[in-house]
């Protein structure tokens, strides 16, 4: 996708051929700036801070922190060592797992020297599928945005989704925001609803900027402003992200979206999750078995945006002596989800309809 009529993805790899460049998300979308990643420890702080964010990106750049990590220790107790550093960064995200285990595979049958070398191979390989599963994400949902179109006579789409789940959470046209990119490049009229997303306003700081990049009509709203659009007739879709699908069909996705899938399905608006098969927990039955994410209490009681005299500041919005608490994420039974849109296809929201389009996980 593109900032300022440049096109980029998220994560590269630098022409040294081994330090690793990230856009640092925590900045935007006042300032643009990238961060460079040396070491296996510069990986790990990047996704416990968010500088880099969203599962497929999380899985990526761990993918390449695993390589790093192996340039400076690449024997056995040092690729164990790694792989356990970063698994403990984000719990919630699948991808992160996916990824370390992927990588771990890939390297573990090379003798010690060329295993980094291997490693960089892997991370690689799991950038460019990332990219062609998103945008097999917004293939297989365009026909929904196109029908919903035709059925309204030409008039615009209006989409409504929750935190961020664009290419900035991907490598490139995200997940839930790549069948809008793609009815917007084919002359489709769509306007995107876009929830701020507390604590960490990831809807108002990269949605809508990302949005605004590419010249998608949207506007920023509350999150608690979703059902009563929904009542109005405002809202003719839903479509998120998640960061971890249960083999059930329940997804667990940024905190809210439980909320944005109840009203959904009290006004008979239909509750799209789009993801990655990457995405997918074949290994937990249901939903409630999908660990949350704890975070730290400030950012619900601090806020951080642009002052008047154009500086990044962080200020406090609450009571002095009120504390926070700070769930990342709720699950959203598969019950509320109208279907599932994958990169293999749409299929119902249960271990049956995730079956039917990828069988050889029915062992």
């Known amino acids: 996708m593109r900032i300022d009529g440049k096109r980029m ?16 998300q925590r900045k935007l979308p006042h300032l643009f700036e990238i961060a460079t990643l040396q070491g296996l420890d510069d990986v790990a702080r990047a996704i416990e801070d968010m500088a880099v964010r969203g599962a ?10 695993l390589a790093l990590g192996l340039r400076d220790d690449p024997s056995d107790a040092g690729l164990a060592e790694a792989v356990a550093r970063l698994a403990a960064t984000r719990p919630t995200a699948i991808n992160l797992k996916w990824a370390l285990e992927a990588v771990s595979d890939a390297v573990r049958h090379h003798v ?25 994400i917004g293939e297989h949902g365009l026909s929904l945005l196109r029908g919903v179109v035709e059925a309204n006579g030409g008039n615009p789409v209006n989409v409504l989704t929750h935190c961020n789940a664009g290419w900035l959470a991907t490598i490139d046209w995200g997940t839930a925001t790549a069948p809008i990119y793609m009815a917007h490049q084919q002359g489709i009229p769509v306007h995107v609803w876009v929830d701020e997303t507390r604590p960490r306003n990831q809807g108002a700081a990269l949605t809508a900027y990302e949005l605004g990049q590419e010249g998608v009509s949207h506007t920023l709203i509350v999150d608690n402003a979703g059902g009563h659009m929904m009542q109005r007739g405002q809202v003719d879709m839903c479509i998120v992200g998640t960061d971890r699908t249960a083999a059930n069909g329940d997804v667990a996705n940024k905190i809210g ?22 995405t997918i927990d074949w290994t937990l039955a249901r939903g409630a078995d999908i ?54 296809g749409i299929c119902a929201a249960s271990r049956d309809g995730l079956l039917s389009l990828f069988p050889e996980r029915a062992a």
């Open 112 to 136: 010690p020297h060329v295993r980094a070398e291997a490693a960089y191979i892997k991370a690689a390989e799991i950038v460019e599928a990332d990219v062609a599963v998103s945008r097999g």
């Open 56 to 65: 497929p990106l999380i899985g990526a750049t761990a993918a390449y922190g």
């Open 9 to 24: 993805r998220t994560i590269w790899l630098n022409p040294d051929g081994w330090s690793v460049s990230i856009i640092d």
């Open 291 to 344: 660990p949350i994410e704890e975070r730290s209490g400030r950012e619900v009681t601090h806020v951080s945006g642009l002052s008047s005299e154009g500086k990044v500041t962080e200020v406090q919005v609450s009571a002095l002596g009120s504390h926070g608490a700070n769930p990342a994420f709720d699950v959203t039974p598969a019950r509320l989800v109208t279907s599932l849109i994958t990169d293999r």
């Open 257 to 278: 979206t439980y909320l944005k899938a109840l009203a959904a399905c009290d006004n008979d608006v239909p509750f799209y999750v789009a993801l990655p098969h990457t």
